[in-house]
């Protein structure tokens, strides 16, 4: 009998954030804490960034007229620190003036200190010509009034919280975090600290799914429920995942998805609900499944990853994260591939799209962990990304690959 093929990635995440409906409510928060967040609404300037022309540097203010020449002499009249402003300049006179400060009106250059000569009685000697307007800033060079600097739909980063700072604004409009309920499964498991390691019973493993899978959560901004793990009974599950369905926007498994008798996933989910995605041809991670749980009055997503700790953290990245980042409105949820010169060979070509665990060299190119295997967490910690291999490709030492950075991705 044929196997029917399975679903593509390209596919697949269509179809997924399809059902990615931003959430609809939103909230303010302090800037201090925005970081991270993805604007809920435009940002609109209430005032110009400088609001004023100003010194770029500590030297005089003057008319550019009066020092044509190097070697003109002018008076020093005013005094015009960062903070305070400046009157009339006229011909013939100097402001002493610091970075920062107001340009007074007459003055239309700012010779630097360096360029000039103290001289007796209040006056200095300019020891350059002054072009017009040299070491003024220009009110609104930065940002002018009514113009849109921030757009709905952004994830924010300390620059933007500087920019927003910059006109005025303490508290922004962000979309809520999901709230996501994280478990695993499976009896093997065991928490570290709960047990030692020179006392984990035959059969145990530590429980490391749980760990990655709650702090890329946490980057990604959802408040995080975790029930810890579920045991491998069909009847636990399911009272589970009833029960974080009324209070969650995301359930998120890992392990449990396969195909054993011991995988009770995914009966379990169909039995509340239904499963719209399930087995995907990628590698690692092919056991990846989208559903949904019913509960009073609507419903709640649910993903289940791969038990094996390198196929929950790539599909975590390939589909949970976009997933996460459009449900907070965010336009742009696809991470940045960039062109790489392969120094490995990998011959052999896989039925599935691989995502090989890579480290970039010295030399400028990408070296690859030798052991590809989905439960070697060791290559996602030696390495700095991975490559997207297309199904059914080689790979000869300086070929041009596609690559994906942790750096970003995690991020
Ligand atoms: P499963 O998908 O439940 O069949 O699990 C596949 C493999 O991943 C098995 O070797 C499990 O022991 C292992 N595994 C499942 N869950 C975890 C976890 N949370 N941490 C580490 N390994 C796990
Ligand atoms: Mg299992």
């Keep these: ?14 179809q997924l954030l399809a059902q990615a409906h ?11 804490d925005a970081d991270g967040r993805v604007l809920a609404q435009d940002v609109v300037a209430g005032l110009q960034v400088p609001p004023h ?3 770029s540097m500590d030297g005089y203010a003057l008319r550019a007229l009066d020092c044509v020449q190097a070697g003109a002499v002018l008076r020093v009249t ?18 002493r003036i610091f970075t920062g400060a107001p340009i007074p009106p007459g003055a239309d250059a700012v010779v630097m200190q360096e360029d000039c000569e103290v001289l007796e009685g209040g006056q200095i000697k300019v020891n350059m010509a002054v072009p017009t307007a040299q070491w003024i800033r220009r009110s609104g060079e930065d940002v002018t009034r009514g113009a849109t600097v921030l757009s709905r739909g952004t994830r924010l980063t300390p ?26 499964t499976g009896d093997e498991l065991v928490m570290p600290g709960d047990v030692a390691p020179e006392a984990m019973p035959a059969g145990a493993i530590y429980n490391s799914n749980r760990f990655f ?18 045991p491998d009974k069909r009847e636990a599950t399911i009272a589970v995942l009833r029960d974080a369905a009324m ?18 996933i995914k009966p379990a989910v169909q039995s509340l609900g239904e499963l719209s995605l399930w087995q995907l041809s990628i590698k690692p991670g092919k056991p990846f499944a989208y559903g949904k749980v019913n509960r009073e009055g609507g419903v709640c997503h649910f993903m289940g990853l791969p038990g ?24 742009q949820t696809e991470v940045k591939r960039t062109q790489m010169t392969a120094h490995f060979d990998w011959p052999r070509a896989d039925k599935r799209r691989e995502f090989l665990r890579v480290k970039r060299n010295a030399a400028g190119g990408l070296d690859v962990f030798p052991n590809q295997s989905s439960g070697v967490l060791t290559s996602a910690v030696w390495g700095d990304g991975v490559v997207d291999n297309p199904a059914g490709q080689t790979i000869a030492r300086g070929d041009s690959v596609r690559f994906i950075s942790f750096e970003e991705w995690l991020a």
């Design 213 to 230: 899978l709650r702090a890329m959560l946490k980057r990604l901004g959802c408040e995080v429920s975790d029930l810890g793990i579920v």
């Design 78 to 95: 005013q005094r015009i620190p960062a903070g305070t402003h400046g009157t009339q300049l006229n011909s013939g006179e100097a402001a």
């Design 53 to 55: 022309d100003n010194s």
């Design 308 to 331: 094996n700790p390198v196929s929950s953290f790539v599909t975590f990245l390939l589909l949970v994260r976009p997933f996460l980042l459009a449900m907070q409105g965010l336009t």
């Design 159 to 184: 620059a933007e919280l500087g920019l927003a700072a910059s006109i005025g604004l303490a508290q922004l409009q962000v979309s809520v975090r999901p709230r996501v309920a994280l478990f695993s």
């Design 247 to 264: 209070h969650h926007d995301l359930i998120l498994t890992s392990g449990g998805v396969s195909v054993g008798e011991e995988d009770h």
């Design 1 to 14: 009998m044929n196997r029917p093929s399975l679903l593509s990635l390209d596919d697949a995440l269509p």
């Design 22 to 32: 931003t959430l609809p409510e939103t909230q303010w928060v302090s800037t201090f």
